[in-house]
Nanobody, 122 residues
Framework: QVQLVESGGGWVQAGGSLRLSCAAS????????MGWYRQAPGEQRELVAT???????NYADSVKGRFTISRDNAKNTVYLQMNSLKPEDTAVYYC????????????????WGQGTQVTVSS
């Protein structure tokens, strides 16, 4: 059973920094793309950043230059370093991992963490 365990959320003043971590476990297949999404109250869940197993990254325009995603493949862990935080970054942040099954036709499966709250005060 694949599990994603997030940590690192909390409260911070505007301009501050937080680092989120997400440890994945339980898969007999490799973790492909991993990433972070967020959902503010009354809003849809949106992409924040993703990183492939080879290190290619993708960021939402709203976080470019402020957030950095990285991963440790040996630990199956993805990180999100968040700097220069703004009140509009306040949301529940979710980790997502895509697993490519070893068996033909190698389907992809999405797994989500339970979410961690990030609150940025002005």
């Amino acid at each position: 059973q694949v599990q994603l365990v997030e940590s690192g959320g909390g409260w911070v003043q505007a301009g501050g920094s937080l680092r989120l971590s997400c440890a994945a476990s339980g898969s007999t297949s490799k973790f492909n793309t991993m990433g972070w999404y967020r959902q503010a109250p009354g809003e849809q869940r949106e992409l924040v950043a993703t990183i492939s197993d080879r290190g290619s990254t993708n960021y939402a325009d709203s976080v470019k230059g402020r957030f950095t995603i990285s991963r440790d493949n040996a630990k199956n862990t993805v990180y999100l370093q968040m700097n220069s935080l703004k009140p509009e970054d306040t949301a529940v942040y979710y980790c997502k991992a895509v697993v490519t099954a070893w068996f033909y036709p190698h389907p992809n499966y999405d797994y989500w963490g339970q979410g961690t709250q990030v609150t940025v005060s002005s």
